[in-house]
């Protein structure tokens, strides 16, 4: 049986998460194991949401922001990229691999740029295996 990664994506919904919509309406669906929490700024984000994702059995965490300079709360964008910087090194040190963590910038326009990216992530994400902090039952 393949394995088939948890992922917890993150959208701005100003930006990435009408990307999403937008991918639902066009019936170009995403990875069913893509699971998507709709933020009101990137900026919202803070890192124990981040944690508690893995926590809960998230192999992949992906958090998507409006390009710079394009944040309708300022610099909401930025704040989450330094958080996710700062979260990607606190990873690391507790045996996660950074690289279950991603951030990108997308606008509510670039739908298709968002299925390429989740589509990617995800293969990448299946290719890590399951998170090493995962429960077993």
């Given at each position: 049986m393949d394995f088939m990664p948890a992922i917890v994506a993150f959208c701005c919904e100003n930006s990435a998460f009408r990307a999403a919509d937008t991918a639902g309406a066009k019936q170009e669906g995403y990875p069913s194991n893509i699971k998507?929490?709709?933020?009101?700024?990137?900026?919202?984000?803070?890192?124990?949401?981040?944690?508690?994702?893995?926590?809960?059995?998230?192999?992949g965490v992906f958090i998507f922001a409006c390009h710079p300079d394009s944040c309708k709360f300022l610099k909401g964008n930025v704040r989450a990229q330094k958080r996710v910087e700062h979260t990607g090194a606190l990873l690391e040190k507790i045996g996660i691999k950074k690289e279950r963590l991603r951030f990108f910038y997308l606008s509510e326009l670039e739908w298709t740029k968002f299925l390429d990216l989740v589509q990617q992530g995800n293969e990448s994400i299946k290719g890590l295996g399951p998170c090493p902090t995962k429960v077993k039952v």
């Open positions: 998507i929490c709709r933020l009101p700024c990137s900026g919202k984000l803070e890192i124990n949401y981040i944690l508690r994702a893995f926590e809960e059995g998230a192999d």
